[in-house]
């Protein structure tokens, strides 16, 4: 969910600003001027985030993290004064409504998945268990928000483990068929732990030393790290 989302669930007597960092520079003054400052971050902006983190801090305001990023780890954000985590439309009004009344806690999470498409591809939604998204009429359900007066901003995902060349071809016919006037196609990256499983996998394979980043991310520690690098060319054959 973009930051222009969650601001429309924001209380309409907040005064808000948007920075997007794509294109404009974040200034002290815009930091001093918040009371609270919403971060809303992917894997790719990791250290755009911490930069972000550290200088409100510095500058004695209120962090909420949230996104892609901060959902798949958390631990590397726990410096931040809330984290809202998963879907928006879920723990969103939840921190909000808990803000209001001064006992807002400083982690919202949930299991629940928000009601919307990543991919055409039904075998791709049983991969990311999506299965609430599953069995629709992508174009009829675009149709149906267009029909509200609504222009749909399309975002959709490549590189599932199921798809296959098929998957071109099915994603331009929604896109045109439907009329999605941006239409974002990005490729899956591996987060977080899914990260460190491959970089693993990769430096045992193909015997080359981890990344730090990998101890970074969190799930193994710097010691076991240092014993796969070390035994990495002894144990490529055993895969």
């Known amino acids: 969910m973009g930051l222009l989302t969650v601001a429309a669930m924001m209380p309409k007597s907040w005064e808000k600003r948007l920075i997007d960092m794509a294109t404009t520079t974040l200034r002290d003054q815009d930091i001093r001027w918040a009371d609270y400052v919403f971060i809303s971050a992917m894997f790719v902006q990791r250290k755009s985030v911490r930069q972000v983190i550290d200088k409100c801090k510095n500058l004695g305001t209120k962090v909420v993290a949230g996104g892609p990023l901060v959902t798949s780890v ?24 808990d803000l209001e009344k001064g006992d807002a806690e400083r982690m919202y999470r949930t299991r629940k998945q928000a009601d919307m498409s990543e991919t055409p591809g039904q075998e791709g939604l049983d991969e990311c268990n999506k299965v609430q998204n599953k069995g629709r009429d992508m174009v009829a359900c675009i149709k149906k928000i267009q029909a509200a007066g609504i222009e749909f901003q399309g975002g959709f995902i490549l590189g599932f483990d199921s798809d296959t060349t098929a998957i071109f071809e099915n994603l331009t016919r929604i896109i045109q068929q439907s009329g999605v006037v941006t239409a974002m196609i ?22 080359r030393p981890l990344p730090l980043e990998a101890a970074i991310l969190g799930t193994i520690s710097v010691s076991e790290l240092g014993w796969l690098s070390a035994h990495a060319g002894r144990t490529t054959n055993r895969l």
């Open 74 to 97: 958390p631990e590397y954000y726990l410096d931040a004064d809330h984290l809202v985590l998963n879907e928006a439309e879920i723990t969103l009004p939840l921190f909000l409504s």
């Open 186 to 207: 990005g490729l899956l990256n591996a987060p977080g732990r899914y990260y460190d499983r491959v970089m693993i996998y990769t430096a045992i394979t193909f015997a």
